[in-house]
């Protein structure tokens, strides 16, 4: 099978940082076109030099205008920024939220702004997986931070947040409770909180409950956890901002700096990284699996399932081609 492009042109490309080779990269992840792993493959050992950082949260939380904010601060010290954006209502893909302060469509502008939005239905191989990948590109085209803002609602969205070096996650004062983020099962994925939209009453009522939360939850630790080497633990920043005026950006880029600090010094950052890895590999492993069981899927006949016999024997029947055609290969 010839591939729909050139891989190898296009890694070129990518790698020297074309913004136009970049979104056409992606678009052949997303779509799983023909050469799509060629390329992975070929950009493999550029990626790892980017800092990526999960921003995570209920909708409306300000995540948009948090990573907006952040993004100018990192422009502000020269660092090239990768956005991707896995949230159908994110103004990165609808326009300027008007009337804001911050403005998304004058991020998109800039040079050293690359935006990408990933769509949350199609992508056969999953979001999650086709999201790391695009991360990948933008990691091996020399963006600094690669930022992925999603929703934390769903396991699919939690996966990309924790497939960050760093993830925060976003509550505002009246998004309910932090015991209703604890369900979501946001607690889990947080190395720090960002409380946004603190212009508004009932932030620091929010701060206090998620301290207690988390000092259960580290009462809890397992014995001999608690006690290992203190340069071990993360302590857990919880911070106020308000994205929209720009508050506490700094404060909030210092604890991003700070976890990644602590990460490579406590070697959790090779650790996470191996395991990233991994991770890719077995997601490569099931997409090719179930790309194959597609094709057979698509060439099975309508005799087949006309047959009368139940779903099952079909199935059966069906993986017992897609075996030999293992076999074969
Ligand atoms: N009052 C206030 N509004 C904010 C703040 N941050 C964001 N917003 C507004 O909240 C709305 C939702 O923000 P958005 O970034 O789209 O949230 P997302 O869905 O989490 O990405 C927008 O109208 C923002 O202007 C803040 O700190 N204070
Ligand atoms: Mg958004």
Redesign the pocket.
């Known amino acids: 099978m010839s591939p729909a492009f050139d891989p190898g042109r296009l890694a070129g490309r990518i790698a020297a940082g074309e913004p136009l080779a970049l979104a056409r990269g992606i678009s052949h992840v997303e779509n799983e076109s023909d050469g799509f792993e060629a390329l992975l493959e070929r950009l493999d050992g550029r990626t790892g030099r980017a800092r990526r950082i999960g921003i995570t ?10 990573t907006a904010a952040l993004t100018r601060h990192y422009l502000n010290q020269s660092l090239k920024v990768g956005i991707v954006a896995v ?1 159908p ?3 990165f893909t609808g326009g300027a ?1 008007l009337g ?1 302060r911050i403005r998304m469509g004058e991020l998109s502008t800039e040079p050293g702004v690359f935006i990408r939005s990933m769509a949350s239905r199609g992508s056969l191989g999953g979001l999650a997986t086709a999201t790391r990948e695009a991360a990948d590109l933008m990691d091996a085209a020399g963006y600094d931070r690669v930022i992925l ?1 999603t929703l934390g609602v769903g396991q699919a969205e939690l996966d990309i947040a924790v497939s960050a070096d760093t993830t925060a996650v ?1 509550l505002v004062p009246e998004s309910g409770d932090g015991v209703q983020a604890m369900k979501a099962g946001l607690m889990e994925v947080a190395d720090l909180f960002v409380i ?5 009453p009932g932030a620091d009522r929010l701060e206090k409950e998620i301290a207690i939360i988390m000092s259960i939850r580290f009462a809890n630790r397992p014995p001999g956890d608690a006690d290992g080497d203190a340069d071990e633990v993360w302590r857990m920043p919880i911070m106020q ?5 720009a508050r506490g950006i700094e404060e909030f880029a210092e604890h991003l700096d700070r976890h990644f600090d602590w990460l490579r010094s406590t070697e959790k950052l090779e650790t996470h990284r191996q395991t990233a890895r991994l991770r890719r590999a077995h997601d490569a492993l099931l997409r090719r699996s179930r790309r194959d069981a597609q094709r057979i899927w698509r060439r099975a006949s309508r005799e087949t399932l006309d047959s009368g016999a139940s779903p099952y024997a079909t199935a059966r029947r069906l993986y017992e081609e897609f075996r030999k055609t293992l076999g074969g290969t």
């Not at 946004?196 to 508004?200: A, I, L």
């Not at 901002?241 to 005026?245: I, K, L, P, Y």
């Open positions: 949260g209920p909708p409306g939380a300000g995540k948009s205008t948090l949230d209502t994110s103004p939220l804001d803002e976003v946004n939209k603190s212009d508004r901002t308000v994205a929209s005026e």
